[in-house]
């Protein structure tokens, strides 16, 4: 997942409203009474007129009351038939009930592996009885792409998102494509699976589930996860302060001096902002160190901070805009670390408070407040891992793994809060966790990572996690107690990131891309790059798009010209060789023409390149960066990915019923439609 970029966003509140069954419902009411009353007035109109002329010579209260009660009355029936109609099982039959766990990124080979030598009872027992199964995955293998084919039972061709990162044709800008920010819409195109007949009638449960902010209205509830960013409009950006000087050129957080006595530190919050306004809405705080442990005091409130042990939930208020009239609440979490007399104060991207969210964060609004009263606070950014605060060195190893540790309980509070009511439907619980730890924690399984030896306990640190999740499973499996079926996903596997490739730098390289006269190389978004000469270019971590005339601000390839670019492309990439050594990094290159058929590819690429085991296109690729160097080894603690060629890591699926069977993620909602629909016996 990328985690490099920081990007200005537009804050939206949106409209609420009621949920959609219950509009439904009331005007289902209403025309029911109006259709009893016109079919009375039909088949008795005279006799109703000549009581309805006495009873308004007697009384027209009277009269007004009877109809009123009738249609009470008739409302009433309606929606008992329709309750009775939606409860009716076979006797001796309980309601159908699934379980799906979504653990993203969860490797089928590392699976077998730890299945193997006897660290995963749990899901060895499922795979003993339903055999455990390949996932394939979308192309690219990339989490926004994949759950979206997931939620649309569609490929990306038609649900158009195509990577992590999108871009604006006319000006060549990216941003990142989990959420419309700019329209506060979902980012993808058609039907979620969920409104299919049975589960329309039998009801959704959805924690955290990716790829739906804002969160669409269902027979249900649901809390929406990767896509809400944080209270600065980012993914998120953390804060960290220190009383010590320091040389963070690259980090990719708000980077602040604590300063004053130690039993009186003074530093400042970053608050929310709009884009292309002022960044200034701050929040003064005051830190006593001296103190063992520490006192922050923040908004009339005092928190006590234990060094290396994080805080619990910190609450403050922003206002912002004209006035100071607008109200925005948050949460975080602090981590204080003392050092060589110095003092460090981590602040974790500010999350939306849940219980008072600046927009709709689930559907129903309020059911992110119902989890509160529930399981507490929790986090509501939709990827919650400090990954860039970990690859900066401002979160250590274990700070890092102790803060994915909270985020998972709360996630397994959550399902166990819901499974605690889970009478029939789907329930659906996403952890993302497996996902992060992998991204951060491959070098310790690869003997080929570059760079320094690991510190101990590293190349424990996937399996204890897979271990986690086995633990996982076993708890949902006994909480089902045998009624209702279990199925476990994971919309991609896994590689090592070994070597980085500038693939910008590489279609320079072939004569594709073209830079500004002198100029070696291009900072990112393309700042360098001659558009008069560039046929094709990249973006994002998969894609190439062509310098199209007419859809591209700069274009310069006819349309006509297109198919044999495209070719030439595609043959050229699945040739090339790093000169260092002579290897393919490329395995093959998918013309969209061929993956994404007979669908509105106006947005699409037009190439997606699948990458071989241990290489990636760079972080420079993804933001139009071209470097003087084609590649380079990937010496950051990200050393694992899945952006390669899809064949390479498919995702897994198992079931405690082996009725339930899918072959591709996308195929897995239509699946779990159809057992639902007829239930085994």
């Known amino acids: ?128 009885a339903g055999g455990l199964k390949r996932l394939a995955t979308s192309n690219p293998p990339q989490s926004p792409v994949a759950w979206s084919s997931f939620i649309t039972a569609t490929e990306p061709g038609r649900h158009g998102v195509f990577d992590f990162i999108k871009r604006d044709p006319a000006t060549y800008a990216p941003d990142l494509a989990i959420a419309d920010r700019q329209h506060l819409a979902l980012p993808w195109h058609g039907t979620p699976f969920w409104e299919s007949t049975a589960l329309a009638r039998l009801g959704v449960t959805a924690l955290r589930m990716p790829m739906a902010f804002p969160p669409p209205k269902l027979n249900g509830r649901m809390l929406a996860g990767m896509g809400v960013w944080d209270v600065r409009g980012t993914e998120g950006t953390y804060i960290y302060l ?50 063992d442990p520490a006192v922050l005091r923040l908004q009339e409130r ?126 659906f619980g996403y952890f993302e966790s497996p996902d992060v730890i992998q991204h951060m924690f491959w070098r310790g399984l690869d003997p080929e990572a570059e760079g320094s030896a690991e510190p101990a306990g590293t190349d424990e640190t996937v399996a204890r996690w897979y271990e986690r999740m086995d633990a996982l499973v076993g708890r949902v499996r006994a909480a089902l107690g045998g009624r209702g079926a279990l199925v476990v996903i994971s919309d991609h596997g896994f590689a090592p990131f070994r070597t980085a490739i500038h693939l910008n730098s590489v279609l320079r390289e072939l004569g594709f891309l073209a830079l500004q006269e002198n100029a070696p190389s291009s900072e990112q978004f393309f700042a360098a790059v001659d558009w008069s000469r560039t046929r094709a270019y990249a973006i994002g971590f998969n894609s190439i798009y062509l310098n199209l005339a007419g859809r591209e601000g700069k274009g310069v390839v006819a349309r006509e010209q297109a198919a044999a670019l495209v070719s030439e492309i595609r043959r050229r990439l699945e040739a090339w060789a790093l000169p260092e050594d002579g290897r393919k990094p490329i395995t093959r290159v998918f013309p969209a023409s061929e993956i994404y058929p007979s669908t509105d590819r106006s947005n699409a690429p037009e190439l997606v390149v699948g990458y071989a085991r241990g290489y990636r296109a760079s972080w420079e690729t993804a933001l139009g960066g071209v470097p003087l160097a084609l590649s380079e080894p990937n010496r950051s603690k990200w050393s694992g990915d899945h952006c390669i060629d899809p064949a390479q890591v498919p995702g897994i699926f198992l079931a405690t019923d082996p009725a339930l069977a899918a072959p591709r993620l996308s195929e897995v909602g239509p699946a779990l439609e159809r057992y639902l629909a007829n239930p085994p016996r």
């Open 302 to 427: 005092s928190y006590t901070l234990h060094d290396g042990r994080w805080s619990d939930w910190v609450k403050l208020e922003f206002r912002f805009g004209p006035l100071g009239l607008q109200k925005l609440r948050a949460v975080t979490r602090i981590l204080l670390r003392r050092a060589s007399g110095d003092v460090n104060l981590y602040i974790s991207p500010l999350n939306f408070d849940p219980e008072a969210p600046f927009y709709a964060i689930s559907h129903p609004a309020g059911y992110a407040g119902e989890l509160v009263k529930a399981i507490g606070l929790y986090h509501t950014r939709g990827m919650p891992f400090d990954t860039a605060a970990a690859s900066d060195g401002v979160l250590g190893d274990q700070d890092f793994l102790e803060h994915c540790r909270i985020v998972d309980d709360e996630s397994d509070r959550m399902l166990a809060f819901e499974l605690g009511r889970f009478e029939r439907g789907l329930l």
């Open 242 to 291: 220190s009383t010590a000087p320091l040389d963070l050129p690259d980090a990719r957080g708000i980077i602040l001096r604590l300063e004053g006595e130690p039993n009186a530190l003074r530093g400042q919050i970053p608050g929310p902002y709009r884009s292309g306004q002022t960044d200034n809405v701050r929040e003064p705080f005051v830190l006593d160190a001296a103190r």
């Open 1 to 128: 997942m990328c985690h490099r970029s920081t990007f200005l966003l537009l804050y939206i509140d949106p409209t609420g409203g009621l949920p959609p069954s219950l509009w439904v419902s009331i005007l289902s009411g209403l025309l029911a009474a109006l259709g009893a009353a016109w079919l009375a007035l039909r088949t008795f109109g005279r006799q109703v007129l000549l009581v309805s002329s006495a009873l308004l010579r007697r009384s027209a209260r009277a009269f007004v009351l009877v109809a009123a009660l009738v249609a009470v009355g008739l409302f009433g029936l309606m929606m008992m038939t329709r309750f009775l109609k939606d409860n009716d099982a076979p006797a001796g039959s309980p309601a159908p009930r699934v379980v799906v766990l979504a653990l993203d990124g969860l490797d089928p080979q590392l699976l077998e592996r730890f299945m193997a030598a006897g660290r995963l009872p749990n899901f060895s027992r499922i795979h003993a």
